[in-house]
Nanobody, 114 residues
Framework: QVQLLESGGGSVQAGGSLRLSCTAS????????MGWYRQAPGKQRDLVAF???????NYVDSVKGRFTISRENVKNTVYLQMSNLNPADTAVYYC??????WGWGQGTQVIVSS
């Protein structure tokens, strides 16, 4: 069974930065396309970005130029570097396979104040 552990969230002011980490266990991590997702209060969980096993990346329009997804296969870890944060980025952030077929971790809370 795959286990996902997200970390790195916090409270920041608009314009600030955070780096999220997610470590996966119970899978051959390097073979999977990995994604970061987020769920804002009262909204559905949506994809933010994904990175393929070969390192190709894709972002939703709202985070392009501000967020960077990367991975470190030797550590079974995927990262999300977030810069120039704004209040609309406030959400619980999760990682999962893309498409998301594993169970979800507990996520990491990001709060951006204006």
């Amino acid at each position: 069974q795959v286990q996902l552990l997200e970390s790195g969230g916090g409270s920041v002011q608009a314009g600030g930065s955070l780096r999220l980490s997610c470590t996966a266990s119970g899978t051959v991590f390097r073979l999977n396309t990995m994604g970061w997702y987020r769920q804002a209060p009262g909204k559905q969980r949506d994809l933010v970005a994904f990175i393929t096993s070969g390192g190709a990346t894709n972002y939703v329009d709202s985070v392009k130029g501000r967020f960077t997804i990367s991975r470190e296969n030797v550590k079974n870890t995927v990262y999300l570097q977030m810069s120039n944060l704004n209040p609309a980025d406030t959400a619980v952030y999760y990682c999962n396979k893309f498409p998301a077929t594993w169970g979800w971790g507990q996520g990491t809370q990001v709060i951006v104040s204006s």
